[in-house]
């Protein structure tokens, strides 16, 4: 506990006071306590389930509890799972705190609005198409809670701009959380049927099939990520006194994205260029990587066709998208005295432009064992005086404004070599020949 920061614990402490607020009514409210038993087991033993499996949360049957049940005895049916979760980070008493409280909050928000808009007597009467409106609602209402308490401890907890900690979570969230209203409505309509509670379970056999498939994309996320990081340490330990320079040059390339405005989606996919860029190193031998004095000019024609061996090795990966693209034209220049095909301004595709400005100014700000590091006012100089020769002044522009709002904080630092006199074939290239 010692090691989390005071802030992020004032945080959490305020999210589980707000959660006792909503339980107060509770006593007041006549509540069948058996649904109420009921739901909270049914959730306690799937949360063990996924939680472990997948690292996910049920919300079908917590948005089932919103739908059948007053707010507040809604909000208590996420505690007991989530309080006795499986967590493997510690400290595991306050993440489960956390998590129970900001479940509380969105079931009893979700809860809140259902009732309002008469989301109870819809569902008892079957009335449809109408009783889709309230539950839409308090799928609304749920994603709207989790991602302004997920913002909010992202911004407190890692100290992230506002402004980057919201972006995207209410959006993204919606699509899974809307199904999972849907099986919810399932739930409580059948709990409301004739048949009773007992047929609501059966419900659980679509919800089976779907926790198989959001297995399926978390495997598959899993082994895109693991592509990445087999590709990105094979070329660190080819090339190594450049280690980090991937990891920054896609998190650089982020930030540009970003403030071009640019869909998260394909924001993923310029950091996963940004990261790869320098993948086809792997097609260039090792002794000119690592020559100890000038290239050739034989030599030089060798190393600039990494690009394509890069485009080469990743053509076959599917979900890189426009990332090659960026991986094949990332030396390409403006003025079109770039490599390896010479293409000139808008010909050179928006991907390769954000990941070449993003390269330049990593190598610009690292130290090397040709030049030291640049203070970062200095590269962005230097960008700013090859725009629109070299470089794309808008991607150039966008790094300026995220600079100025964020700063320069590169999670990874690249490794210091000794000095040499001259080490050609890394990434003193994407400033070579003229460029800064």
Known sequence: ????????RVYVACAALSALLCLLPLPDIRTPWWAVALLAGLYAGCEHV?????????YPVLLAGAFLLPAPAAAFVPLPGALFSHVEQRPRALRRVWRAAELALA??????VHRMLGGRGAVVGCDFPYALVPCAAAVLAFCAVLALLDGGILAVAERVAVRRAWRGLFSRSLAPIGVHGLAGLMMAVLWRSPYGPVAAL??????????WVFAQ?????????????????AVDIKDGYTRGHSERVGQASVMIARELGMDEER???????GILHDVGKLGVPTRLLRKDGPLTPEERRIIELHPEYGHEMVRGISFLGEARAAILHHHERIDGSGYPY???????????????????????????????ARPVGAAVEELRRCAGRQFDTAAVDALVRALHKEGWHPAVTADVCPPLSDRPGSDRESVARGAP
Do not use: N
């Open 1 to 8: 506990m010692e090691a989390v920061p005071a802030r992020v």
């Open 342 to 372: 010479g293409l000139a301004g808008g010909q050179i595709p928006e991907s390769a432009r954000v990941v070449a400005v993003a390269d330049a100014f990593d190598a610009m700000t690292s130290t090397r064992s040709y030049s030291r």
């Open 50 to 58: 996924v939680r472990k499996r997948l690292g996910g949360t049920f």
């Open 202 to 211: 059966l419900v659980l056999l679509p919800m089976c099939v779907s926790w």
């Open 267 to 273: 924001v993923e996919v310029l950091r996963f260029a």
């Open 217 to 233: 994309y978390h495997r598959e996320q899993a082994a895109h990520q693991a592509t990445i990081r087999a590709l990105v340490q």
């Open 107 to 112: 079931v009893w928000g979700a809860g809140s």
